[in-house]
């Protein structure tokens, strides 16, 4: 099992819907990344969380320690939000590894 | 501030030759991380490199090592490629101060390194 899963692996939705993708992860971390990345493989990052929310635009991201779960939210969708979206966490040890969700291909229709 | 830079963005080389990758930091950023991207694996940590020295190792063979320089600039070199090394590498540096700390990391535009 991976120590970063995240769900779902692929969503296509209408513009201006809700969109939730999640993260799920199996060690102690120190911190949570979620990454944006377009076609062509640049990678941005959108947040960096330990607790609690954070809210960017239309962008809000949870983390929930104690259940080790975290969700990214897009509010109004719009198709050039389409991209992958992946989670990433550093691990609660001494190193500063970080370990990679698959990614969610989002895909938002006009 | 200059984001991350890699260079050069996309190269063509054929099994059995060795590349090397580099990647110039954000100024003031001491630590740079490299990554492999494959449709298969997704993103994997190569190694970071903090002050010149390697701090940290992923899980990969001999054939991938690094270096970094006294201005924090990085380069990445494969030998004896192979067909699964084509892939996006990805290098991104972080303020990193503190080890065991997670730092945020600002991604470079990557590398695609096709092996044929």
């Known amino acids: 099992k991976n120590e970063v899963e995240q769900s779902p692996q692929n969503l296509t939705a209408q513009e201006g819907e809700f969109i939730t993708i999640n993260c799920s992860y199996s060690v102690g971390i120190s911190a949570l990344h979620w990454l944006q990345q377009h076609p062509g493989g640049g990678i941005v990052s959108l947040f960096m969380l330990s607790s609690g929310k954070k809210k960017h635009g239309r962008l809000i991201a949870t983390i929930n320690i104690q259940e080790k779960h975290s969700s990214l939210h897009i509010t109004a969708s719009h198709p050039r939000d389409s991209a992958v979206y992946i989670c990433?966490?550093?691990?609660?040890?001494?190193?500063?590894?970080?370990?990679f969700g698959k990614g969610t291909r989002l895909h938002i229709l006009p | 501030k200059a984001g991350v830079t890699q260079t050069p963005r996309y190269l063509i080389k054929t099994r059995g030759q060795q590349v090397t990758l580099s990647c110039s930091p954000i100024s003031g950023h001491r630590s740079v991380s490299w990554y492999q991207q494959t449709p298969g694996q997704g993103l994997q940590f190569l190694f970071e490199y903090f002050s010149e020295t390697q701090r940290n190792k992923g899980n990969f063979p001999g054939r991938f090592s690094g270096r970094q320089f006294s201005n924090s600039r990085s380069e990445m070199n494969v030998s004896t490629l192979e067909l699964g090394d084509s892939a996006l590498y990805l290098c991104?540096?972080?303020?990193?101060?503190?080890?065991?700390?997670?730092?945020?990391?600002?991604f470079g535009p990557g590398t695609r390194l096709t092996v044929l």
């Open positions: 990433a966490v550093g691990k609660q040890v001494r190193d500063d590894k970080i370990i």
């Open positions: 991104a540096s972080s303020l990193a101060i503190l080890q065991g700390t997670y730092n945020e990391q600002f």
